[in-house]
């Protein structure tokens, strides 16, 4: 696999719908932490996901907190509009986390002030912008990051 991609409490079923077809596309694992704002159920997130959900490596958690014991000393990315790294400066290695918050309110404040070394941002060159679209940025990551391991 290429990646895992990490949605922190996502909040919006069409954007994790498109994100597991990005990761089954990608050759990537898919990892959720609770809480969703929606059911793993839910006929839009099936939608988004097109007929390829069943084909996803998905992996559920119950917390960030359980996320992050589990995963104790992978290496990990985190992205957030409030990083001070641009996302092309990552040195991306095959297997690694690539970690988002949810659409509301991105990664929780303690987590990117523990990892400030290690997290990341997607440049926004206008100032009306706050933050692009969460399927978005994954997609920017994870085809920068797939550029990266074909040099």
Do not use: C, Q
């Amino acid at each position: 696999m290429a990646y895992n991609i990490v949605l922190v409490e996502p909040e919006i079923h069409t954007n994790t719908g498109n994100i597991g077809r990005l990761s089954l596309a990608s050759g990537s694992n898919l990892h959720l932490v609770k809480p969703f704002g929606f059911e793993l159920s839910d006929k839009r997130l099936k939608r988004a996901g097109l007929d390829y959900w069943k084909h996803i490596s998905l992996k559920t958690y119950e917390s960030l907190d359980e996320f992050l014991l589990i995963h104790k000393g992978k290496k990990m990315a985190f992205f957030s509009s409030h990083g001070k790294t641009d996302h092309w400066s990552v040195d991306y290695e095959d297997d690694m986390f690539l970690i988002f918050g949810k659409e509301s309110a991105g990664l929780p404040t303690e987590i990117t002030e523990a990892n400030s070394n290690k997290t990341y941002k997607i440049p926004i060159l206008n100032e009306h912008i706050r933050s692009l679209n969460l399927a978005n940025a994954v997609s920017i990551v994870v085809y920068e990051g797939l550029r990266n391991l074909n040099r």
